[in-house]
């Protein structure tokens, strides 16, 4: 069971910061106290300089990774002006926070082509359910080992999560040995393990093509496209990055859990990287992969084929304004959609430059006007 963080000083925080930023929403001023509180937590020797950025509008965190400081700060969506806009898509939010709803809203549209098989759900009290995607005959744990088995490979993610938490690749291996993100379980233990799990799916898991498992074998290789809508209801690209696997992020790749992040260009063209030196707590920009010295350029595989499909997505769904879809490209040259989000971290879409200075500009402003 995952622990609940300290719900009274996050109150506390989200209390003062709508008393402190008057233009935030409900949700808006959540999710900045959020910021601020994990700021407290993961830099305690840096109060001042947190206090400070806090004051100007930053999240100390993207205040240190964007290379912020007083001279450049108002060239930069800040992140007090990034959470006056949430919630982007009010209450329809939860259409794509939501795993299994989004499999539900896109199922049977022609944007339904793009979703990964979806086989059991593990709900809260523990009950498996078979989802659409599951075979006739696999019920219950008996039925997901079974799939295991022949699959060889399944993917068990939060329902409700993003940054790839809680999730496990698991793995029946030749000598019929059982793995969850690469540790070894007999079949008992491995059944006690999902015994455990709550809230999860159970779906096919994602191989990567080539051109993304060359970096990084153990992750899926994700594009994150993010597309919005005008005011006048026209879909708007905005920016767009790859996320590769390290050794340090393991089996996710997400750039604050240690993976790099590379920028794409609108043609699909990629020529260098993003990782975060720990030690001075900055944004350092690489031309190769920290792991394995391959160089990190090239071009993205069926990339109008990605921008068609999260076009579909957006012309599927008119009621959300902004949307960070996670692709995959798999190793069968299949696109698919790993999970959407509504609230991209900001300092993945400026690492490379201001968001303002982007073909992605043009949408926040008219947001902010």
């Not at 799939?147 to 068990?156: C, D």
């Not at 957006?314 to 609230?343: H, W």
Request: a positive charge; aromatic letters at 14%; glycine letters at 8%.
């Amino acid at each position: 069971m995952r622990k609940r963080k300290n719900p009274i000083l996050k109150s506390l925080l989200h209390f003062f910061v709508t008393l402190r930023y008057r233009h935030l929403s409900f949700r808006g001023g959540w999710i900045l106290a959020h910021f601020f509180y994990k700021d407290y937590k993961a830099h305690k020797g840096s109060l001042f300089k947190i206090l400070n950025a806090h004051k100007k509008g930053w999240s100390y965190s993207d205040w240190c990774i964007l290379g912020i400081n007083d001279t450049n700060r108002k060239q930069y969506l800040s992140t007090y002006d990034y959470c006056t806009l949430h919630p982007f898509n009010k209450e329809y939010s939860s259409w794509i926070d939501d795993k299994l709803t989004l499999k539900y809203m896109l199922n049977g549209t022609p944007a339904g082509r793009y979703m990964p098989d979806y086989y059991f759900q593990i709900e809260n009290d523990g009950t498996i359910l078979s989802l659409m995607d599951c075979a006739d005959g696999y019920r219950g744990l008996e039925g997901i080992v079974r799939l295991l088995q022949e699959k060889k490979t399944l993917a068990f993610k939060l329902i409700k999560a993003s940054l790839g938490l809680g999730f496990y690749k698991a793995e029946y291996t030749e000598d019929k040995k059982y793995l969850l993100n690469g540790e070894e379980y007999d079949e008992d233990s491995f059944v006690e393990k999902i015994k455990g799990l709550r809230g999860y799916l159970v779906t096919e898991y994602l191989k990567p093509h080539e051109a993304f498992k060359k970096y990084c074998d153990k992750s899926v290789g994700c594009l994150r496209y993010i597309v919005g809508r005008s005011k006048e209801g026209e879909i708007v690209d905005i920016y767009s990055f790859m996320r590769l696997g390290t050794k340090r992020s393991r089996f996710v790749e997400n750039y604050n859990s240690g993976g790099v992040l590379v920028i794409v260009d609108s043609d699909g063209q990629y020529s260098f990287g993003n990782v975060i030196d720990y030690d001075r707590y900055c944004n350092v920009r690489v031309d190769k992969h920290p792991d394995n010295g391959i160089e990190l350029k090239g071009q993205i595989p069926f990339w109008d084929d990605i921008v068609s499909a999260a076009h579909t997505v957006a012309e599927t769904l008119p009621q959300l304004t902004y949307m960070g879809i996670d692709f995959c490209v798999t190793d069968d040259n299949r696109i698919k959609i790993i999970e959407i989000n509504s609230l991209t971290s900001l300092d993945s879409i400026q690492l490379d430059k201001s968001i303002y200075e982007t073909q992605g500009g043009v949408f926040f402003k008219e947001r902010l006007s």
